[in-house]
C-alpha cells in the first residue's frame, strides 16, 4: 500500500509538471514494467529466438520516455496504459523488422516453446506471423477502455475482479467488456485458421 501511496505522490508532482517525478515514476514502476515487457513477448512466439527482454524493454522505456514528454500523465491507470502501449508498438516494430521481407528471420522456421504459456480463452492462436500481427493489430483498434481490460487481463494477467476494482467499474461490466473483447478478438483469430 504504501508503494501505491508513493506512485500516486509521483502522479501528482507529474500531472504539475516535474520531470524529475516522471522519471522517478518510471524508476519505481521498473519491476512492473518488466514483468509486463516479458509477458507480452512471450505473446509473440517466434520473436523469442531473435530478442530478449532486455531488448524489448530498453527500447519500449525509451519510447515510453519520449510519449511522457508529449503526454501529460493524468492518472496511474494511464501511466501503465501508456507504458503497455509503448511496449505493445515496440514488439510489433521489431516483428515487421526481423520477419519482413528483408527481415533475418522472414526465411527461417523458429519452433514455438512458448504455446502452452498463450492464453487460452483467447482459442487456438494463428500459427503464422500475420496472423500475430493481425491479432496485437486488432488490440490497436479496440477502444481505449477496452484496450485498458486487454493490458489488465491478457498482458499483466491480473484477476478479473482486481481489474474491476482498478478500473473502477462494475465486476459485471468488467466482463461484458471481455467477452464482447474475446468475440471480436477470437474473429481475428479465427481469420487465420
Known sequence: MEAETR??????????????AVAELISHSI?????????????????????????????AMIRLQKALEQI??????HFYNLAALQIRRELLEMNRVHFGKFGIG????STNVYQKSIDAELGHPPEELEGWLRFHQAIESLTHDEQEVVNLLYYQGVRQEEAA???????????????????KLHGVLDENQ
Open 7 to 20: 506512485l500516486a505522490s509521483l502522479v501528482a508532482k507529474a500531472q504539475a509538471g516535474d520531470r524529475e
Open 31 to 59: 519491476d512492473r514494467l518488466y514483468i509486463l515487457t516479458r509477458r507480452m513477448l512471450q505473446t509473440f512466439p517466434r520473436l523469442h529466438r531473435w530478442e530478449e527482454t532486455d531488448d524489448v524493454f530498453q527500447n
Open 165 to 183: 476494482k482498478i478500473l473502477d467499474m462494475p465486476y459485471r461490466t468488467l466482463k461484458r467488456i471481455w467477452h464482447s473483447i474475446r468475440y
Open 106 to 109: 522472414a526465411n527461417h522456421k
Open 72 to 77: 501529460q500523465i493524468e492518472s496511474l491507470k
